[in-house]
Structures are given as structure tokens and as C-alpha cells.
């Protein structure tokens, strides 16, 4: 199974830091958060990476290469118009992602998941690791009933930006910009969204402050 890591956002609650660095090349612990993200996926079996990028993302390119000092493979898919958002990011690249199920996750998040763990094999349209709500967002996104993910019922847990989907997810899109959440709501209202609850370390890199405590947390 290929794995993709979404690298394309601007980063803006990040400036001044991404003004002149693309937020998936900001450090903490010695390592770009990028980086972090590709050594799990190689540790755990996910060696054909592939890697979208638009707001200065010819230095992720610059910084990675092929991949091959992480033992991973790299192919890139660069969003020359600007950011497509998740959904239009990923239906961009589905043709370097194969026909089968495939993972993706933020370049902005920090997580000791194991992702070897996800499952190759989708009974739906798609897969989610949820996660416990964090203070900056205890709203939650979706609900977890039993195995199935749904947008109500139940106490709401928080989407961590690791999924594994299946192209039929998106065969009625078009080419451009749009976001994924609205795809994954369709499904669920036909229960083809399955889910778990990982209550591991996981951390939204998404602002300095939140840098600088993954920073603190890695202790290097």
C-alpha cells in the first residue's frame, strides 16, 4: 500500500516561521516535521511515499529528494496553481497512488501510531484513526460507534489526519479544489467510514507555540 503525506498547506497560523519555510520543513527535536512522518512510514512497511506541495515546496523537494536516504521512494505531486485543499490534493495524485487503498496523513502532525497497524483491506470507502479532542479543539469532528465513524451520536473524538482510502472514494470528483470532510460525510451516511480511537501521543503541529512544545516533548 502507498502512503501520501499532504504537504501543501501554507501554514499561516505558523508566520512568521513559514514565510520563508514551508511549515512541513520546520524543526523540532534536530528533525523537520516531514521527516519525522517519513522514518515512521518507512519503520512500518510504507516505502512508495508520495508527496504534494505548493507554498515553497520546491525546498521539500530540495530537502527529500527521492527518498532514498530514508530507504523510501518518492514521487511528488506539486499543486503549481496554489493549494488544492485535501480532497483536490489527493484526487490530483490518485494516478501515482495505485488502484488499491491507500494512506494518508498531515505533514503537520506529530504521532507515535503504529502505523502498521491500519488495515490494507477497506470494507467501505475509507478508514480513521480519531483521536482524544485536544484543548484547541474539544468539539471533536466525528463520532465513533462501534467500528463505524459517524458525524453524530455519541461523544465526538477528533480526527487525526491518518486515513486510508479507497479511489472509489472519489469517482465522482472533478479536477480543482475542494475539500475531503464532505466526501467522507457522504460515506458515513451509508456506513462505508470504518474507524478507531488511538489514545497514543498525537499532537497538531499547527501554530509556534504548539512547535515549541513538540520541541520541549522530544527533549533533543
Avoid at 471533536?140 to 458525524?151: E, I, K, P, R, Y
Wanted: overall charge negative; charged content about 20%; aromatic content about 8%.
Amino acid at each position: 500500500m502507498k502512503a501520501m503525506i499532504l504537504a501543501a498547506g501554507r501554514g499561516e497560523r505558523m508566520k512568521p516561521l513559514t514565510d520563508r519555510t514551508p511549515k512541513p520543513l520546520l524543526e523540532a527535536g534536530g528533525k523537520a516535521l516531514i521527516v519525522h512522518i517519513l522514518e515512521k512510514l518507512v519503520a512500518a512497511g510504507f516505502s512508495d511515499v508520495v508527496i504534494n506541495y505548493a507554498h515553497l515546496g520546491e525546498q521539500i523537494r530540495n530537502a527529500l529528494g527521492d527518498g532514498s536516504s530514508w530507504s523510501a521512494r518518492i514521487q511528488y505531486s506539486p499543486e503549481s496553481s496554489g493549494t488544492l485543499e485535501t480532497g483536490g490534493g489527493i484526487f490530483q495524485a490518485l494516478y501515482l497512488l495505485g488502484d488499491g487503498p491507500f494512506l494518508v496523513v498531515n505533514s503537520d502532525v506529530w504521532t507515535d501510531y503504529p502505523f502498521s497497524k491500519l488495515p490494507i483491506k477497506l470494507k467501505g470507502l475509507a478508514h480513521l484513526v480519531l483521536v482524544d479532542n485536544p484543548e484547541h479543539h474539544q468539539q471533536g469532528d466525528f463520532a465513533l460507534q462501534g467500528s463505524n465513524v459517524c458525524t453524530d451520536g455519541g461523544s465526538k473524538l477528533t480526527f487525526s489526519g491518518i486515513g486510508v482510502y479507497s479511489p472509489t472514494l472519489f469517482a465522482n470528483c472533478k479536477p480543482g479544489r475542494f475539500p475531503l470532510v464532505p466526501l467522507l460525510m457522504s460515506a458515513m451516511q451509508n456506513n462505508e467510514v470504518s474507524g478507531e480511537h488511538y489514545s497514543g501521543q498525537w499532537m497538531d503541529i499547527g501554530t509556534p507555540e504548539r512547535l515549541q512544545e513538540l520541541h520541549k516533548y522530544l527533549g533533543v
